[in-house]
């Protein structure tokens, strides 16, 4: 079945760094889009950054654009988000989602979520 | 960037009943519009992508209607598991963008 952990979240001081990683199993991680979403704590949801299936498209949201860079190692079936100069907006549950299309066509929505992963970013 | 506005906030109803729920385009996105649901310490679940298609393993019970600027979704007889928040989000441009949330709460 299909799987997406995510790891590296934690507490982080204003304008430090962060990298999180999300593991995905069960689909052919090569073949697919990959998105981050995130719900800062009692707010809604908001999408963060696409990477295309082979990474040569990536989107931002103007919210974490020139701070936030998402990358992907197929070889590990690994999505990951850089996170540079982080502010206390950025404190939220980010969650690693799977795009439904396949290579070219991307649905543009999240078939499958991972469970999560905290960032707190506090001095 | 697309503005999504979901009504209303909050819909106090009971086990049984229908509910019905808003998203408004601030611009033309034709049916790309998808619906979650969002229960609390939970990853989020696909219910409802190009306006109309139910996701893998969604009840019959949840259906999505609309084009273009208005779409709703309907759940015709809300069972306890029903009880959440449900946002609805734009996969027409980029910046892909959500709607605020509808709260569906027990009455």
């Known amino acids: 079945q299909v799987q997406m952990v995510e790891s590296g979240g934690g507490v982080v001081q204003p304008g430090r760094s962060l990298r999180l990683s999300c593991a995905a199993s069960?689909?052919?991680?090569?073949?697919?889009?990959m998105h981050w979403v995130r719900q800062a704590p009692g707010k809604g949801l908001e999408w963060v950054a696409f990477?295309?299936?082979?990474?040569?498209?990536?989107y931002y949201a103007d919210s974490v654009k020139g701070r936030f860079t998402i990358s992907r190692d197929n070889s590990k079936n690994t999505l990951n988000l850089q996170m540079n100069s982080l502010i206390a907006e950025d404190t939220a549950v980010f969650y690693c989602?799977?795009?439904?299309?396949?290579?070219?066509?991307?649905?543009?929505?999240?078939?499958?979520w991972g469970q999560g992963t905290l960032v707190t970013v506090s001095s | 960037e697309i503005v999504l506005t979901q009504s209303p906030a909050t819909l106090s109803l009971s086990p049984g009943e229908r509910a019905t729920l808003s998203c408004r385009a601030s611009q033309y996105i034709a049916t790309y519009l998808t619906w979650y649901q969002h229960k609390a310490g939970q990853a989020p679940r696909v219910l409802i992508y190009?306006?109309?298609k139910r996701a893998t393993g969604i009840p019959a019970r949840f259906s999505g209607s609309g084009s273009g600027t208005d779409f709703t979704l309907t759940i015709s007889s809300l069972e306890p598991e029903d009880f959440a928040v449900y946002y609805c989000q734009q996969c027409s441009n980029w910046p892909l963008t959500f709607g605020g949330g509808t709260k569906v709460e027990i009455k």
């Open positions: 069960g689909f052919t991680f090569s073949s697919h889009g």
């Open positions: 989602a799977k795009d439904p299309g396949l290579k070219h066509s991307s649905g543009n929505y999240f078939e499958y």
């Open positions: 190009e306006t109309s």
């Open positions: 990477i295309s299936y082979d990474g040569s498209e990536k």
